[in-house]
C-alpha cells in the first residue's frame, strides 16, 4: 500500500507536468533549439555589454558604464552578480526550464497554489493556473521581452496564496509563504508589478477587517495583520543590494526628481515622471473590453492576414503579383490595431470563458473575497485608462504615494488578469460543487449567460455597424502606401480593405466567442441537471478554457517569434559602419547613431560609448541635454561630449556608414575662461551659443568652491587619458599656472571622487552636465574614482539577510507541519 504522502503528492506533480507540457506547446520551437527574439532584450544587452565584459575580464563589479547617454550607474543594467542568495531559491523554482517555458511554467505553478488554498477542486485549479499563465498580456510581455515584469507577475498569486492564510489563522504556514513570495517578487526588481501586489493586499485587507469586524474577530485578524507586516518588512531586507542603492540614485533620474530647469509646463512639477511620459500607454475605456473580445481594435500593429482577406483580395485587384501577395499576408506587418496606443504587440485578453465565470461569480458566490476581488479589478481596470480618465488619474498620479514613479497604465491590467481569474475559479467552484439549490444556480447561470451575451452581441456585432474602424495612425499608413502603391488611389483602397478587415476580424471575434460561451455553459447546466457527472463537467469547462487561451496565444507566439541562435545573434552583428569605427583604437571615445532614433537606441552601446541609449531611469541633466541641446544638433555640445563619430545613412546606398568628427575635444581640456550664470536655466541656455574649447559654464552655486582665479592655458596646456576603466579613469596634466579642467565624462555626485596626486579634490558640476576640476600649476596625476559606499553597504546587508530569510522560511515550513496547521 502506498503511503498517505505519495497519494496527496502525485496530483500536484501531475499538475507541473502538465503545466510543463502547456509551455513547452505554446513554445515549443525551443524543442528545436531556437530562441525567442525579445526585442527589448535585444536592447539589454547593448546596454550590459561593456559592464558584462569588464566583469568577465576583471572579476571586479561594474559600477559605472559608458555605453549609453555619456555615462551613468550599471545599477539597473548589470552591476555584478546579485549578493541576494535568494536568486538561487529563484532559479530552484523554474525548476531550471528553458526561456520563455520556465515563465510560462512559474506563472501557472504560483496560480495553481492560490487556487489550492482558496479551496478549488483539481481541474479548476488547473484551469485557474493556465487561464493566468496563457492571458495574453503575458504572451506579449515575455515576447517584447519583460523578463522582471513576468517573472515577478509569477510571484503575485503566491503572495496572496500566504496572505489567505494568515488569515484563516495558519500564521506559521501563511506567513512563511508570504515571506518567501514576497522576497522573490521583490527579488525580481520590477517595482511597479510590487506596487501593483500591493493595491490587491489592500483591498484584501480592507475586505479582511470589515468581515472580521462583522465576525467579531478583530483580535485574530489584528495577529494576522502583524505577521504580515513583519514578513512583507523582513522580505524587504535582502533586496537592500538593489533598493539601497536605487533609493540613492532615484532622485537623480527622471523617475524620481525634476529637472532644474524651471518650466511653465505644469506636467513635470512633481517628483517623478512627466505625466504625459507616464500615462503614454493608457488603455481606452472602450478598449478595455478586449478582454472579453481580444481584436475589438484589430488586435496588434502587426497582424498577419490571409489570401481570403479584403487586404489580399484589394492587392490582387490594384496590380500586384499574387507571390508578392501572398508574401505581405503573412510578414506580419499589417496594422489592424486602430486603437489610441502609439502601437502594441497584442490586445489584453483573459477568456471569455474566464469573463463569464467572472460574471456569474458576482451572482453565486457568498465569500468575502468576492468583495476585494472586484475591488482591485476595477482599481486595475481604471488606473489602465491613464489620460483617458485624466480627472481620476491625475489626480492620483500627484498624490498617490509613489505612484508618480511609474509608466504604461496599461500594465494596471495585471490586476484585472490575476483577480478576475481567482473570482472566475471560485464562480466555478461554486456553481458545480456549492450547497446551493439548483434553482437558484440555474437562475443565475442563465443571468450570467443572458449577460455575456449581450455584452458580445452589442460590442461585436452592434459594434461593427457603429464602429468607423479608423484610428488615429491611419493618415501615416495612408501615406506610407501612397508612396508604396504609386498613389492615393491605390492607397484608399487599400485602407478601405482594412477597415473591412478590422470589422471581420471584430465579427469573426463575436462568433468565436458565442461559441465558446455555449460550449461552457451546456456542461455546466447538464451538471445542474444531473445529467452529465460534475467532474466531466468541470473537465469540459477546464479543457474549454484552456482552448480558449492558447488558440488566441498562439496569434501571438509561434514559429515567427522564434529563430535559430545564430539568427538572432546576426542582429547584433557589426554593420560596415561599426567595423570602421571599431578600428579606431583608441578606448574612449563617443559616437551618435543617427539611422535610428538614438534616445531610444541601446543597440549602438553594444559596440560604442554611445551617445544615445535607451534607459527608463536616464539621468536628469543628460535628458535635459537632449531636450535643449542634442535634439537641436547643437554641434558645441556634441563636441564637448567627445562626439568623435557620427553614424548616417549614406544617401546612394541607403547603409549605415561612419563619418569622423574632427571638431571632438576629446577626453578632457584646459579652458580659458569661466561664465558664471546664475541658475540652472541660464546655465542651459548659455550652451546655445559658447566655445566649449575656450569657455566653460558654471552655475554660481560652485563659486565658493572655486574661488576667484582667472583659469590659465594656453598651447602647450594639456590633459591626456592614460587609463581607461569602468570604475575609475587616470590622466595627466600638464599647465603652467592654476587653471580649470574640463572632462567630457557626465557629472554624478553620488560616488564619484577625484583626487590629484592622491589628493581629495571637488568635482565640479560644468556645462550643465561635465566634470571639472581646478588643477594647480605643473605636472599632476589626476585619478576619478568611483566607489558609492551605498553600494557596498547594502551587498553586505543583502547577502546575510538573504540567507537568514531562508532559514527563517524553512523553520517556518517545519514547524507548520510539526504543528500540523
Not at 485587507?205 to 469586524?213: E, M, R, S
Not at 494576522?224 to 540614485?249: K, Q, R, S, W
Request: aromatic content about 12%; some cysteine; charged content about 15%.
Amino acid at each position: 500500500m502506498k503511503p498517505v504522502w505519495y497519494k496527496a503528492l502525485m496530483p500536484h506533480l501531475l499538475a507541473i507536468l502538465i503545466f510543463i507540457g502547456i509551455s513547452f506547446g505554446l513554445c515549443s520551437p525551443v524543442l528545436e533549439g531556437k530562441s525567442l527574439f525579445q526585442s527589448d532584450m535585444m536592447h539589454y544587452k547593448g546596454m550590459q555589454k561593456e559592464a558584462l565584459d569588464y566583469y568577465e575580464k576583471t572579476g571586479d563589479l561594474p559600477l559605472w558604464s559608458n555605453s549609453m547617454f555619456g555615462g551613468m550607474p550599471t545599477y539597473i543594467f548589470y552591476s555584478g552578480p546579485s549578493a541576494n542568495k535568494l536568486g538561487l531559491v529563484n532559479k530552484a523554482m523554474t525548476l531550471f526550464l528553458p526561456n520563455p517555458v520556465d515563465m510560462f511554467y512559474l506563472l501557472m505553478i504560483g496560480m495553481y497554489l492560490l487556487c489550492c488554498v482558496i479551496g478549488c477542486k483539481y481541474w479548476i485549479r488547473i484551469a485557474g493556473a493556465v487561464a493566468y499563465g496563457l492571458a495574453t498580456f503575458t504572451i506579449i510581455s515575455i515576447d517584447a521581452g519583460h523578463i522582471t515584469k513576468v517573472m515577478s507577475m509569477a510571484y503575485m498569486a503566491p503572495v496572496l496564496a500566504g496572505i489567505i492564510l494568515t488569515y484563516r489563522g495558519k500564521y506559521l504556514l501563511g506567513g512563511s509563504l508570504t515571506l518567501l513570495a514576497t522576497a522573490l517578487l521583490i527579488y525580481n526588481n520590477h517595482p511597479q508589478i510590487v506596487y501593483y501586489t500591493l493595491i490587491i493586499g489592500v483591498c484584501l485587507f480592507i475586505a479582511g477587517l470589515v468581515n472580521a469586524f462583522q465576525e467579531k474577530t478583530l483580535l485574530p485578524f489584528a495577529k494576522a495583520t502583524g505577521t504580515l507586516i513583519i514578513a512583507a518588512v523582513l522580505a524587504a531586507i535582502p533586496a537592500m543590494d538593489n533598493l539601497m542603492v536605487m533609493n540613492e540614485y532615484t532622485p537623480y533620474t527622471i523617475r524620481g526628481s525634476h529637472s532644474e530647469l524651471k518650466s511653465d509646463n505644469p506636467s513635470t512639477g512633481s517628483k517623478g515622471l512627466d505625466i504625459n511620459y507616464a500615462f503614454q500607454w493608457s488603455y481606452g475605456q472602450g478598449e478595455t473590453f478586449t478582454l472579453l473580445l481580444p481584436h475589438l481594435l484589430g488586435g496588434s500593429t502587426n497582424e498577419k492576414l490571409s489570401t481570403s482577406s479584403n487586404t489580399y483580395k484589394t492587392l490582387i485587384d490594384i496590380g500586384v503579383p499574387q507571390v508578392q501577395a501572398e508574401n505581405a499576408m503573412n510578414n506580419g506587418t499589417w496594422q489592424l490595431y486602430w486603437g489610441g496606443l502609439p502601437f502594441t504587440s497584442g490586445p489584453v485578453y483573459i477568456g471569455v470563458i474566464i469573463c463569464f465565470l467572472f460574471i456569474l461569480a458576482l451572482f453565486i458566490v457568498d465569500s468575502w473575497h468576492k468583495w476585494w476581488l472586484l475591488a482591485a479589478t476595477l482599481i486595475g481596470i481604471v488606473l489602465s485608462w491613464g489620460y483617458n480618465l485624466p480627472g481620476l488619474n491625475n489626480f492620483l498620479f500627484n498624490h498617490l504615494p509613489l505612484y508618480n514613479k511609474f509608466r504604461t497604465p496599461t500594465m494596471a491590467l495585471v490586476i484585472p488578469q490575476l483577480t478576475m481569474v481567482t473570482l472566475a475559479v471560485m464562480g466555478l467552484q461554486e456553481i458545480l460543487y456549492g450547497n446551493k439549490e439548483k434553482k437558484f444556480l440555474l437562475q443565475h447561470l442563465k443571468i450570467a449567460t443572458i449577460v455575456t451575451t449581450i455584452l458580445i452581441g452589442l460590442i461585436a456585432f452592434g459594434g461593427s455597424m457603429l464602429y468607423r474602424f479608423t484610428g488615429p495612425g491611419d493618415p501615416a499608413l495612408m501615406n506610407r502606401y501612397a508612396q508604396m502603391l504609386g498613389g492615393e488611389v491605390n492607397a484608399a483602397r487599400l485602407m478601405g480593405a482594412i477597415r473591412q478587415d478590422r470589422a471581420a476580424a471584430l465579427s469573426n471575434d463575436g462568433l468565436r466567442a458565442f461559441i465558446y460561451l455555449l460550449l461552457s455553459v451546456i456542461p455546466i447546466w447538464y451538471a445542474l441537471k444531473g445529467k452529465l457527472k460534475v467532474s466531466y463537467a468541470t473537465g469540459i469547462v477546464a479543457l474549454l478554457i484552456v482552448a480558449d487561451l492558447f488558440t488566441i496565444g498562439k496569434q501571438y507566439m509561434n514559429e515567427s517569434n522564434f529563430s535559430e541562435d545564430l539568427q538572432v545573434n546576426k542582429y547584433i552583428t557589426p554593420s560596415a559602419a561599426d567595423q570602421q569605427i571599431l578600428q579606431d583604437k583608441d578606448p574612449y571615445y563617443r559616437v551618435l547613431n543617427v539611422t535610428t532614433n538614438p534616445w531610444l537606441d541601446a543597440n549602438t552601446s553594444y559596440f560604442h560609448k554611445s551617445v544615445g541609449g535607451q534607459s527608463p531611469a536616464k539621468l536628469w541633466i543628460y535628458e535635459d541635454l537632449i531636450q535643449h541641446q542634442l535634439s537641436k544638433n547643437n554641434m558645441a555640445v556634441y563636441n564637448m561630449l567627445n562626439t568623435r563619430y557620427f553614424i548616417v545613412q549614406d544617401n546612394k546606398t541607403g547603409q549605415p556608414v561612419a563619418q569622423r568628427n574632427p571638431e571632438a575635444l576629446g577626453n578632457a581640456w584646459f579652458i580659458k575662461g569661466i561664465n558664471w550664470v546664475p541658475d540652472a536655466n541660464s546655465e542651459m541656455s548659455a550652451l546655445d551659443h559658447f566655445n566649449p574649447a575656450d569657455t566653460v559654464v558654471i552655475d554660481q552655486r560652485f563659486k565658493s568652491t572655486v574661488g576667484d582665479f582667472s583659469p590659465y592655458a594656453d598651447s602647450s596646456s594639456k590633459i591626456t587619458l592614460t587609463e581607461y576603466s569602468l570604475n575609475q579613469l587616470s590622466f595627466k596634466s600638464q599647465n603652467q599656472q592654476e587653471g580649470l579642467g574640463v572632462f567630457s565624462d557626465i557629472y554624478y555626485p553620488a560616488g564619484w571622487n577625484a583626487y590629484i596626486d592622491g589628493k581629495s579634490t571637488p568635482i565640479l558640476r560644468v556645462n550643465y552636465a561635465l566634470r571639472g576640476l581646478k588643477i594647480p600649476a605643473g605636472q599632476h596625476e589626476i585619478l576619478f574614482k568611483f566607489k558609492p559606499k551605498t553600494f557596498f553597504t547594502a551587498r553586505k546587508i543583502s547577502g546575510i539577510a538573504s540567507i537568514g530569510i531562508m532559514a527563517l522560511v524553512v523553520a517556518g515550513f517545519g514547524l507548520s507541519v510539526w504543528r500540523k496547521e
